[in-house]
């Protein structure tokens, strides 16, 4: 169990699934949806601290959630996008460079609108603050550098982190506010 912080008090955990046990499941970096009986199972295994699954029953149990996670479709809302003539030119020169470091304000003033009214379409078409949005955009880009090869450090300066431990409270905060596992 682990407990962050964020806008407000959130608790998570972590599964670790050895490679073997992963067929049906997405072969990159995705969100996967949750169900009730995905839900129970976890919250069972941490109220009674169960880290590796021992006994026969419990093997049973992780044999469900395996099944259950597997048969879950990539869930597409990890990045959402909108068609909004203000935003559009804005994410998708995000997407396109993803250090880039321009501020909402600024980008208002490039497509000619309020930094208010471009925060107000970030909430009503993407379902995020902008700042959410671009740090998703960061997550997708280090998941890439790393499955490239670039060590954590490399990737952390790379996106304008001074400690690759200041990556991971990021990465770990993108995950949580978004539900993924």
């Not at 998703?136 to 790393?146: A, E, H, I, K």
């Not at 490239?148 to 991971?168: D, I, R």
């Amino acid at each position: 169990m682990h407990c962050s912080y964020n806008r407000k008090p959130l608790e998570y955990c972590s599964l670790n699934i050895a490679h073997e046990f992963t067929d049906g499941f997405p072969d990159k970096t995705s969100l996967i949806k949750v169900t009730p009986i995905v839900s129970s199972i976890i919250e069972d295994f941490r109220h009674r601290n169960v880290n590796v699954a021992e006994s026969e029953k419990d093997q049973r149990l992780i044999q469900v959630l395996l099944d259950q996670l597997s048969d879950q479709q990539e869930q597409h809302h990890f990045l959402p996008s909108s068609n909004n003539k203000y935003l559009a030119p804005i994410l998708a020169a995000i997407e396109e460079e993803p250090t880039n470091d321009i501020s909402l304000k600024e980008w208002a003033s490039k497509v000619h609108t309020t930094e208010r009214t471009l925060a107000r379409y970030c909430q009503s078409e993407l379902g995020m603050s902008f700042t959410e949005w671009r740090l998703r955009v960061r997550y997708l880009f280090s998941m890439d550098l790393l499955r490239s090869g670039h060590s954590v450090k490399e990737v952390a300066f790379t996106l304008g982190y001074n400690q690759a431990s200041h990556l991971f409270q990021c990465l770990r905060n993108i995950l949580a506010n978004a539900g993924a596992i």
